[in-house]
């Protein structure tokens, strides 16, 4: 729910079309000179005219010479030499003498030398007007951008543009003076021998370099004088080095750097020298070049699946804010995808929790800027792109397996008003013959907007409705929000009354306990990193279960909003509050909306955990839900931070009843596939303003295939379910509905892939064809798995879609009815009735009859659909056990079965067998692509029925065919 005034975001053109394909080479490893304020450094007087001459006139040569040769060799990857050290800080300023303005001449003259896409930010301060005084004391290059005469820039956060205050080659970064090899790798001693214009320098750091598996490589860069905050997340600890690493590391001593190539193709990934090191208390920079220009992930922001890396910088700090363009959204994901120039890819993770910038440039190169904590990064090699997301979901922990019905249908809006009317909506979909697995309410449930509580006037039959969904094998999911009302009678408020007594709640700098304001008035804030504040959350959750028998929770609000900036006592002044770098977030200061920076926790200051709050809460709910239920826990949340997969799924948050945010939430759902949370959507038919009949009937079409598929509006606005419309409207959302309850055989073993292995759920079409870069810019296309293609319409008045095929043989999913592209984009009829639904060559798919509920749709007999290649092969698989239980694949309490086509003979074959396959049945199969008409069809060796349609269909029912057993379907 929204906790601001309505908000327009930014006009920004979307386009899904991939970028121009001209090559960019990697830049040269090159050094480049450090900043340093008049203030901080200052700089030693000339002793003689005629010793400057001398000095200036050799450093022109070595320059001039230097220039030249970085000039033939600009477009060339890193040489396997180690760059030359750095020069020295140029001295202070002379008297005004023709020698010392020969001097400028020539530095200026060298920094013209460097192109602009390779300029790096050396004033990144936003709001700044940016002189060339105030650049050149830093020791920086100023050039105003081409396109504008004036000598000053303002700074804004988002699409700065290119720099005009950028970093020299000679300036100043770290020198590696010693390396060791360790059991893992490699450790050493970085040493800056001059400090930046940033305040605490930590001049003297260690890297550590470790192999940790053939396709992993993990680098720290700390302090080894001072233990500093690190992100309280379990990564996995290796005690034994990669023997056949996929990569090599070469390391650059002057500057240091890492320059990081694949093995097998020699591609450059990392080159860390192309912008110095910045590594001081609140100031933590590494650049490096990249591979090209096809960059993934870095959530949470709006915008297009492929990132633009036109001087794009992205913003890290979790805000609670409508989804807008070039603005930190709910949550913080410093990862990134990259596709490299021959398809191979890989991913970087930095494991870093403050507050960022990341700043892409078109040379190619991407820079990331944070503000506290150390950097820990990893590398994953793939080498293709699903690859990498399985490495990288290694790490963080790989999402849990959701429960059966969190993949139904979830109908939600915020203002219902009363139990009555929320039950009358159920009743009036069960009425209609719309399917429907789960009902929510948003806080006008609540007792004056208090957590564990709800209105016992309005809402006085609750318990009864919740009692009655149970009964139709429903289930009731309820919103809860962090802050907890601290204004409440002494002794009347169980919540409060409790986390005072059981000191559960974030403090502020003196060490009392914060107060903000949310929905309730002023409140308090659980501090999630304490592991009582878990113990006190169960307690409260459990109470509340005794009265309202709940069955999920969605938690809202948890980055954590606050309608206040800090507390109603203010923020203190000081350096956590107001850094000496500020990224660019909402508002431009880190406690705009939420909690005082200063506030402390268990673990850490706010400061180090804010955007880790939406973590803590979600794990803190899915092991509370656990303990009460005894089943898999089902917890949706705003905010996100990597491994949040394991607990939680997550929406988009709350976006309007517009077309081009009916675009938008495919990126979002591809990239949090990306990010290991694929339980994943966004609010169908959208959550603010009016919603309109059409584009609720194509978002419907859509959300079918979100992997969470929820229904969600504000309050005050008009009724947007499925029986708020006309009868045609209803009708084809109704379909829509029932085509998803029919593939539900294949999204939950879609899921079980993703929990086991780490596999996306909504996949992009590059994952599946990386070959082929026209599918590297697609967002308004994806597929489910490998299998099905989805094609939505996304523009209003249209009864057509165009859509790309890759190269291969698909499939009408509906029909039959093949598709043979070259690697193409088709225009396809979509009436507003349909949703283009393609089936891929190759493959063999699960599905069921569709009922009113996923309990009774789970037991209805299968029907397989097999998509036939050229050489008339297909495979698939069906995971299924009871669907609730937790660990069941842990457990071996499971069937698995697969299932393959060859040389017109079909096998299923029981893997792993469970008592639960033994209550479903097979009873009709079709297979896609037969080219002649069968003159006989067996099942397990017995005649059989079959027909067999023009269209190359062939269909055989009346089988009966039990799913625990192995059995043949051939023909002939």
């Keep these: ?42 700089r030693g007087l000339s002793c003689s005219v005629t010793k400057g001459l001398l000095v200036i006139g050799c450093l022109l040569l070595l320059l001039c010479g230097g220039w030249l040769l970085g000039t033939m060799f600009w477009l060339h990857k890193p040489s396997n030499q180690q760059p030359h050290r750095p020069p020295p800080p140029s001295s202070a300023q002379t008297p005004d003498t023709g020698v010392n303005d020969t001097a400028s001449s020539s530095r200026r003259q060298a920094c013209s030398l460097i192109p602009e896409a390779w300029r790096f930010d050396c004033y990144p301060e936003r709001g700044v007007v940016v002189t060339r005084e105030l650049c050149e004391a830093r020791n920086c290059c ?48 970085l040493v800056r021998e001059v400090k930046t214009y940033y305040p605490a320098d930590i001049l003297t750091l260690e890297v550590e370099i470790r192999h940790e598996t053939d396709t992993r490589l993990r680098v720290r860069i700390t302090d080894p004088s001072k233990s500093r905050y690190e992100v309280p997340i379990s990564v996995p600890s290796v005690t034994k080095k990669a023997e056949s690493p996929d990569y090599i590391v070469e390391l650059s001593e002057h500057p240091f750097g890492l320059i990081v190539k694949r093995s097998s193709t020699g591609a450059l990934l990392l080159n860390t020298t192309v912008a110095p090191l910045f590594y001081a208390d609140q100031f933590l920079q590494l650049s490096t070049s990249l591979q090209s220009q096809f960059i993934y992930g870095l959530g949470e922001h709006r915008s297009t699946f492929l990132h633009d890396i036109h001087w794009n910088t992205l913003t890290m700090w979790a805000r609670d804010v409508p989804p807008m363009e070039e603005t930190n959204l709910y949550g913080a994901h410093p990862f990134y995808l990259a596709m490299e120039d021959d398809g191979n890819a890989h991913g970087f993770f930095l494991l870093n929790s403050n507050a960022m910038d990341v700043v892409l440039q078109p040379a190619p190169a991407l820079t990331w800027r944070a503000i506290g904590g150390i950097l820990d990064f990893y590398v994953f090699f793939g080498p293709d792109p699903a690859s990498v997301i399985e490495q990288y979901v290694e790490v963080i922990g790989y999402p849990a397996m959701p429960i059966y019905w969190a993949l139904g249908y979830h109908l939600c809006r915020w203002g219902y008003y009363t139990s009555n009317s929320t039950w009358e909506i159920v009743k009036s979909l069960r009425n209609y013959g719309i399917p429907q697995d789960v009902q929510w309410n948003d806080i006008d449930y609540m007792d004056k907007f208090l957590d564990f509580t709800f209105d016992s006037t309005n809402f006085a039959t609750l318990p009864d409705m919740v009692k009655d969904m149970h009964a139709h094998d429903q289930r009731y999911v309820m919103i809860l929000d962090p802050g907890i009302s601290s204004t409440q009678p002494e002794g009347s408020y169980w919540p409060y009354d409790e986390g005072l007594r059981r000191d559960v709640f974030i403090k502020d700098a003196e060490g009392k306990t914060l107060i903000g304001k949310v929905w309730p008035g002023l409140t308090a804030y659980p501090d999630f990193s304490n592991d009582e504040t878990h113990e006190w959350w169960y307690e409260n959750l459990q109470r509340f279960h005794e009265k309202v028998p709940f069955d999920g929770l969605w938690i809202d609000m948890n980055e954590p909003s606050n309608f206040l900036d800090g507390s109603t006592n203010g923020c203190p002044s000081n350096s956590l509050e107001n850094p000496p770098y500020t990224p660019g977030v909402l508002g431009g200061l880190l406690r705009a909306k939420t909690v005082c920076a200063t506030a402390q926790q268990k673990q850490s200051t706010h400061y180090n955990l804010h955007s880790l709050y939406g973590l803590m809460e979600a794990k803190a709910s899915a092991s509370a839900m656990k303990r009460i239920v005894a089943k898999r826990p089902f917890v949706i949340s705003r905010s996100t931070f990597p491994s949040q997969g394991m607990y939680s799924g997550h929406w988009l948050g709350d976006n309007r009843s517009q077309w081009k945010d009916l675009y938008t939430s495919i990126a979002g759902i591809l990239t949090f596939n990306l990010l290991g949370i694929p339980l994943v959507g966004a609010d169908i038919c959208g959550f603010s303003e009016e919603p309109h009949e059409e584009l609720c009937v194509r978002w419907t079409q859509l959300g079918a295939f979100y992997p969470f598929t929820r229904n969600h509006n504000a309050i005050d606005m008009k009724p947007q379910d499925p029986t708020a419309f006309s009868p045609l409207a209803r009708t084809a959302m109704k379909e829509a509905l029932l085509l998803r309850y029919s593939l539900y055989p294949v999204l939950y073993t879609l899921f079980h892939h993703a929990h086991v292995h780490g596999h996306t759920v909504a996949r992009p079409i590059m994952f599946e064809f990386p070959k082929d870069v026209r599918t590297y810019g697609i967002d308004k296309q994806f597929l489910w798995g490998k299998s099905l293609l989805v094609t939505p319409v996304l523009d209003p008045g249209v009864n057509y879609v165009n859509g790309y095929f890759p190269e291969g043989l698909w499939y009408d999913y509906y029909t039959g009815d093949s598709v043979r592209s070259k690697g193409e984009e088709l225009n396809l009829q979509a009436p507003l009735e349909n949703i283009n639904l393609h089936l891929r060559e190759g493959s063999v798919i699960p599905t069921q009859a569709p009922n009113l509920t996923l309990w009774v749709s789970s037991g209805q007999p299968l029907h397989l659909v097999s998509a036939l290649s050229d050489e008339g092969s297909a495979s698939g698989d069906l995971f299924w056990d009871d669907g609730e239980s937790i660990e069941t694949y842990e457990n071996d309490q499971y069937a698995y079965i697969v299932f393959n086509v060859a040389q017109k003979v079909m096998t299923s074959q029981v893997l792993h067998i469970n008592v639960e396959a033994t209550y479903i049945t097979v009873e009709t199969a079709s297979f896609y692509g037969v080219k002649q008409k069968p003159s006989q069809v067996l099942v397990n060796s017995q005649d059989a029925t079959f027909t067999y349609r023009a269209n190359q269909v062939l269909t055989v029912t009346d089988l009966g065919l039990n799913l625990s057993r192995n059995f043949t379907i051939s023909w002939m």
């Design 142 to 189: 100023f050039i105003p951008a081409s396109s504008s005469p004036s000598s000053s820039a303002i700074r804004t956060s988002g699409r700065n543009g290119v720099p005009w205050c950028f970093y020299p080659q000679d300036f100043p970064s770290y020198s590696l003076v010693s390396i060791n090899d360790t059991s893992l790798g490699q450790k050493g001693t």
């Design 1 to 42: 729910m929204v906790s601001y005034k309505r908000l327009n975001p930014e006009d920004v053109q979307f386009s899904s079309a991939v970028l121009s394909e001209e090559s960019r080479p990697v830049r040269e490893d090159v050094p480049v000179p450090e900043p340093e304020e008049a203030s901080l450094l200052p």
